[in-house]
């Protein structure tokens, strides 16, 4: 049944234009970025946007954050929402249910074929724009990476800067998307022993340290730097980046149940869709809701930005942690209602 339900999504067209849609975007952004090799000031933008003149090979967390806070859960939130009501709009769901299949089993399979959508959604928008990054800006001079670390790292609200008990500042508070702002994710950051301090100057005047170019070879040769000020080399940004895409495709599980639980609700595909959505939109206004600071922790969209914190040295956990235990308990919670109304539901309407 499982191989059935991933052939279906598969085979429709729409799963394929949708992800060609969601790999599209950052491909623009990059195109216009190469042509006028002018990047967004620091704090502004998506999250690294700032930094893949430098680098190319930190496109793909840019073009993640790029995708996540709208696009990429309105994609999975239509797909999951056509799961079950699809099929019972069409009548299908009928004749699926005839068969030798037991309704548990075939709401596991529909779970399955969300989750390999968002798994090849993901994989596809980091792929891509990785082959899209390099090739338009290079993998990156170590000197001109490690250099541009203090200017990436603005002021703001990264994922483990602010937290629930309100010890960040009011600057820092998170935006409509999670637990960081996608336009300035890059909070400072306790460096790591022995790590330089970022944004320290031995001069007056405040300006960001340079390193010496012969310093900054040996420091950071074949690497990217991290937001904590670190090099990173290749075989750990590419681990960093796999731990992002992990924590993005558990965070949009948590949509996908939403969606997959309405979708057992109603007849109505698009009605699934559009309360999935109304559920995350109402998410997002509570997360920057001063007086909503009891619920926020346990929102949908409260961590959703918090895989940057893969990115910095060390790896602030905190929010990562918590983040995937709140989308853990959604899809369980949710998967569990979805179950009670689907075995008990009269289909033959």
Do not use: H
């Not at 952004?29 to 704090?43: E, K, M, Q």
């Not at 928008?125 to 250099?147: C, K, M």
């Not at 031995?202 to 070879?217: H, M, V, Y």
């Not at 993005?248 to 109505?268: E, H, K, P, Y």
Request: charged share 10%; proline share 7%; net charge neutral.
């Amino acid at each position: 049944m499982m191989v059935v339900e991933l052939r279906k999504l598969f085979r429709r067209p729409r799963t394929w234009v949708t992800i060609g849609l969601l790999c599209l975007l950052p491909v623009i952004v990059a195109v216009f970025l190469a042509s006028t090799r002018i990047a967004p000031p620091p704090g502004q933008g998506a999250a690294f946007l700032s930094a893949v003149l430098e680098s190319g090979s930190l496109y793909p967390a840019a073009a993640l954050a790029l995708v996540l806070p709208i696009f990429l859960p309105v994609a999975v939130a239509v797909i999951a929402g056509d799961t079950v009501a699809g099929e019972s709009g069409a009548g299908t769901l009928r004749y699926l249910l005839v068969r030798p299949v037991g309704r548990t089993k075939l709401l596991l399979a529909k779970l399955v074929s969300v989750v390999a959508f968002v798994v090849a959604t993901v994989a596809a928008v980091a792929g891509s724009s990785y082959v899209v990054g390099v090739t338009l800006f290079g993998a990156g001079d170590p000197v001109a990476v490690v250099n541009a670390i203090p200017q990436i790292s603005g002021p703001g609200g990264g994922g483990s800067s602010s937290s629930a008990g309100g010890s960040g500042s009011a600057a820092s508070a998170p935006s409509a998307g999670g637990s960081a702002s996608a336009a300035d994710p890059a909070a400072p950051a306790p460096a790591a022993p022995g790590a330089p301090a970022i944004g320290s100057s031995g001069a007056d005047n405040g300006s960001p340290a340079q390193l010496d170019p012969t310093e900054a070879r040996e420091r950071a040769a074949d690497s990217v730097a991290s937001l904590s000020g670190d090099p990173l080399s290749p075989a750990d940004l590419a681990l960093r980046l796999l731990g992002a895409m992990a924590y993005i495709t558990i965070s949009m599980l948590g949509v996908g149940a939403i969606a997959l639980f309405l979708s057992t609700v109603t007849a109505s595909s698009l009605g699934a869709t559009l309360g999935a959505l109304a559920a995350l939109i109402s998410s997002q206004v509570l997360v920057t809701l001063d007086a909503a600071a009891s619920v926020t922790p346990y929102l949908p969209t409260r961590y959703w930005l918090a895989w940057i914190d893969f990115f910095r040295d060390p790896i602030f956990l905190r929010d990562i942690r918590a983040g995937v235990i709140v989308q853990a308990a959604y899809v369980v919670i949710l998967m569990l209602a979805a179950w009670a109304n689907f075995t008990t539901k009269d289909v033959a309407q």
